[in-house]
Every structure is written in C-alpha cells, then in structure tokens.
C-alpha cells in the first residue's frame, strides 16, 4: 500500500505549488529591487537615441538653428520632455517656438559662467520647462568630463539629475550641433523620472495582496493539475495490479492522445493478448488432459483387447491342440474322426477371422486404404450375407426379417467393404439378441432421394432385440479394443474390433452412422449415396 507522501499526486502538487512560489516570489523581489533602475537605463537610451536621431534627421547647419525649435513641439509630445539648444558662445537657451521670458546664461569658452539674464525666447514647454533645462544645463557645465566629451569628441551624453531645481529623478542627455569642426550650439533634452517612482512604490505596496492571490490560486492550478497527470497513472497502476492477479478484464481509459493514454492502450492491447494466450493455454491443457485420459482409456482398452485375444485365441488353439493329440492317439475313429477334423477346421477359421480382422483395422486406421466405389445392389447384398448366416442365426433360434423399401436400389460404394459393415453388423446384432429374439435389416430413402437434380442417400437399418447399450457407454462403443461385455465369455465378449473396423470404412464412405437404443433393442444405421441408375431405371 503507497503511503499518501509518497503518492505521485502529493509530490506532484507540492514540488509544482513550491516551484511555482519560489518563482513568483523571486519575480517579485527582483521586479521590485530593478525594476526602477531597468526603467530608468530604459528611459536614458531611449531619450539619447530619440535626440541623436533627431539631430541627425534635422540640423544640416547653424543657420537653421532660429528655425529647428519649431520641429520640437513633436519630440516633447512623444517622449513627454523638454527640448533646448544651448548657445556655447553667450550661454543662452532656445526652448521653442513661442515667445516667453526665460533665463539666458553668459559663459566663457571654457563654460566658466560669466552673467545671467533674462529675454524673450520663443518656447512651447511647459512652465517649468526652462528651468529643468537651466538646471540640467548647470549640472553638464559642472561636469567638465561630459563637457569635454560633447564639445571636444562629439559624443552625445546622458545623466541623472536629481537636484531640485530639475526634480527628483530627472534625466538629460546632450548632443553636440556641429559647424564645420567647431561645436557652437548644443541640443538638449530632458524628462522626468518621478511618474515611474511613484508607480514602483504603490506596486511594491501592492505585490503583498498580489502574492497572496498568487499563492491561492497556484495551489489551486497545481492541485488540478497534479490530479489530471496522477488519475490517469493511478488507473494504469490498478489494471497492471489487476493483470498481475490473471485478471484481464481490466481495461485503462485510453482516450487521451498523449503518452499516457498510448500506454493505457498498450496495456490494454497487452491485456487482451494475455487473455487470448492464457485462454488457449486453458484450452491447450483441457486438450492435453483429454488427450492423456484418452490415452489411458486407450491404454486399458489395449490391455482388454490383448486379455480379450488371447482369450479368443487360446481356446481354439487348446481345442485344436486336444484333438490333435487325440488323433495323433488314434483315440477318434470314423465319424468321430470327421467331427474333431470339423471343429479343428471351424477353429482355425475363427483365428484367421480375428487375425484377419485386426489387419483391416491396422490397414483402414493407417490411411492408405484405397476403397473402390462402385454401383451395386444393397438389398441383394443383404439377402446373401443373411443366408451366410444362417447357422449362427439357427443356433439362437433368432428369425432374421429383410424389410427393403426398394428391393432394386443401387447405391456407390465399395460393395466389399460394404459387406463386412454388414457382417459385422449382424453379427454383432446376432450376439446381442435375445434367445428366440428377432433381427430386422431395413432401406429407407433418404432426403432428396427421387427428386432431380438432387444426389439421394439410401438409409440401412440393422436391429435387435435384447438388452440395451448403458447409455454411458453409447459414445464408446465404435473405438478400437471396446467391449460392452467385460467378461471375455465366447457366448457374448467380442475382440473391440468389429464396430472399430465399421467406423473407419464408413468414415472412409462419408456415410452418416450411429446408434441408438430402441424400445426392445438397439438400433445401428448407416447411410449410403443412390446410384444415378435409380433415376434412369425409374
């Protein structure tokens, strides 16, 4: 059982929910310890870029410097800042394009300031705006490294002012006007920082409530997340834990087109192979045990079969062994004589019947057994088999009754091997049947039979009268070595060979058998194909 801790939802959902903190929390403390100081390296590229470009785009010469005030009314509006141009030679500030009374510094060529006055200048900055660009005019003068950048190397140069004449975060940057190789006039630009630092304070003011937001709903998310990933796995682990149990009716949802839903269907395709597999195992072995029972009731019927046989042929060989001697003695004399020659001969026959008959069964179980299908008249055949039989059917006192429903019906198949189906048929029926019983061979037409264009069957018939088959032993009856009667007594045991050898020449046919208990007897019946000579006869 996996402990909640070590589930892979818990780890999921907190491993995400930490990460995710850690991360925004650091977002928020680098955010608001630079974010100020980004914005303000932002906003002195761009106010030094703006002017740079803006000088480049239209100052040609110091002639035009009266009339390139009137293009900063632009600039000012798009980067919310003051533009000016500074005279080196009297130290006075252009601020626009109106008229408005302004300060005018005096400097030296060195910048050292010399007077400070006040006239009409045309402007249309704000009303602080000429005193942001004297304060940051004062305070590049004061700084005789950026003025010898911008007059002597040309460079355009950005600062920070945070004097209050400027305002707090105050930003300027200066580029120099050139004429010829002298730089005569400067331009100036500067903008305040003070809207961006009131922003950054109330944001740092607000990223207390902004975390707390963040928190809940990144425990929220991770939550819902580490349950969508973990479900699906959860479900997997279930159905492999039920597969390991030989439970392969579990099956994963394999809906999602994602890693995971292709293992549910491998998994799934997994299940469904071991099931088949294990179903054919099952199978498999119900057919290997069927196959060993079967080749222990084989076994046991051989052991029969050879006590059977040897029964069988121990007595005619001991009968004939005794009156052989006994002719040898001379002890039989005349008609004594003929009746020991007799039974000597009516064994020997009885053992050749047995061996004879266990060689066709050898030949027909082999499968090389040719048969030699020919049209042939079964009721005669059945007449003369039963006048063969006579004797036997006498010594019973049984009558035999041939009921032929066509006595002229011609049918194909091998007319000898047909007549052994019949022999033993009757024989069998002979010593089954009741002392003073009865036997009945019959032909019935079969379906299609007279209709054209349709191959008829003829059904024969063999029954007895006398005790019938044991139900359970109904199924075995036609395998090999098989004996109702277990006692082996000449009246009534038979070898197992007879029913054995009439199985396979019927099988051999494709001719439809059984055999039945009938109220009285037992019933066998086999069938045959009619012989298109039927049709023409009739």
């Known amino acids: 059982m996996i402990s909640r801790f070590n589930k892979i939802s818990t780890k999921l959902f907190v491993l995400t929910s ?51 005030t009137e293009k900063f009314q632009e600039f000012e509006k798009v ?17 626009g394009t109106q008229p408005r009374l302004t300060i005018v510094q005096t400097v030296d060529k060195n910048g050292n300031f010399l007077q400070s006055k006040q006239q009409l200048i045309k ?11 004297l304060s940051a005019m004062n305070r590049w003068k004061s700084d005789a490294g950026l003025v010898r950048r911008v007059l002597d190397l040309g460079e355009t140069v950005s600062f920070v002012n945070k004097s209050a004449e400027m305002g707090p975060n105050a930003i300027a940057a200066i580029a120099p006007l050139k004429n010829g190789t002298a730089t005569e006039h400067v331009l100036l630009a500067v903008a305040s920082l003070q809207p961006v630092g009131e922003a950054a304070s109330i944001v740092k003011d607000f990223y207390i409530y902004f975390l707390a937001l963040a928190i809940a709903l990144i425990v929220l998310l991770t939550y819902v997340f580490s349950r969508m990933i973990s479900r699906p796995l959860v479900d997997l682990n279930n159905a492999a834990a039920r597969m390991a149990k030989l439970d392969f009716t579990a099956k994963c949802a394999a809906d999602s087109r994602d890693e995971i839903g292709s293992l549910g269907g491998t998994l799934n395709f997994l299940s469904q192979n071991l099931k088949d597999t294990l179903g054919q195992l099952h199978t498999a072995n119900e057919q290997l045990m069927a196959d060993i029972e079967n080749e222990k009731r084989l076994e046991r019927l051989r052991r029969e079969f050879v006590a059977s046989v040897s029964h ?138 007279g209709v054209p264009g349709m191959a008829g069957t003829l059904r024969i018939e063999v029954y007895n009268d006398g005790e019938p088959i044991p139900a359970e032993e109904l199924p075995h009856i036609w395998n090999t070595f098989y004996t109702v009667d277990k006692s082996g007594s000449r009246q009534f045991g038979g070898s197992g060979i007879g029913l054995a050898i009439v199985k396979n020449i019927l099988s051999l046919h494709g001719s439809e058998f059984g055999v039945r208990n009938e109220p009285g007897g037992v019933l066998f019946y086999f069938t045959l194909p009619l012989s298109d000579e039927n049709e023409s006869g009739a």
Do not use: W
Not at 45 to 50: C, D, I, R, V
């Open 312 to 449: 069988e042929l121990k007595t005619p060989i001991s009968l004939i062994g005794g009156y052989v001697e006994g002719l040898k003695d001379g002890i039989a004399e005349g008609e004594r004589r003929e009746e020991y020659l007799d039974v000597i001969a009516e064994e020997t026959e009885r053992m050749a019947n047995i061996v004879g008959d266990m060689l066709d069964l050898s030949q027909l179980e082999s499968g090389k057994f040719n048969l030699r299908k020919e049209p042939f008249r079964i009721g005669a055949l059945a007449e003369s088999l039963t006048d063969k039989m006579f004797v036997e059917l006498a010594k019973k006192r049984i009558s035999c009754e041939v009921d032929l429903e066509d006595a002229d019906a011609t049918v194909i198949g091998d007319e000898f091997r047909i007549g052994q189906v019949l022999t033993n048929l009757l024989s069998n029926a002979i010593k089954h049947a009741a002392e003073m019983g009865k036997i009945r061979i019959r032909t019935l037409e079969g379906p299609g039979s």
């Open 123 to 133: 402007t249309t900055v704000p009303d602080n705006g000429p005193s942001i660009a």
């Open 79 to 95: 980067y919310s800042a003051t533009l000016a141009i500074g005279q080196m030679k009297d130290g006075s500030l252009l601020l």
């Open 18 to 68: 930490l990460f995710l903190v850690l991360f925004f929390t650091l977002l928020m403390v680098v955010q608001s310890s630079f974010f100020e100081s980004y914005y303000e390296r932002k906003k002195i590229n761009e106010l030094k870029s703006a002017l740079v470009t803006f000088r480049d785009s239209n100052y040609t010469s110091s002639d035009i410097v009266d009339t390139l």
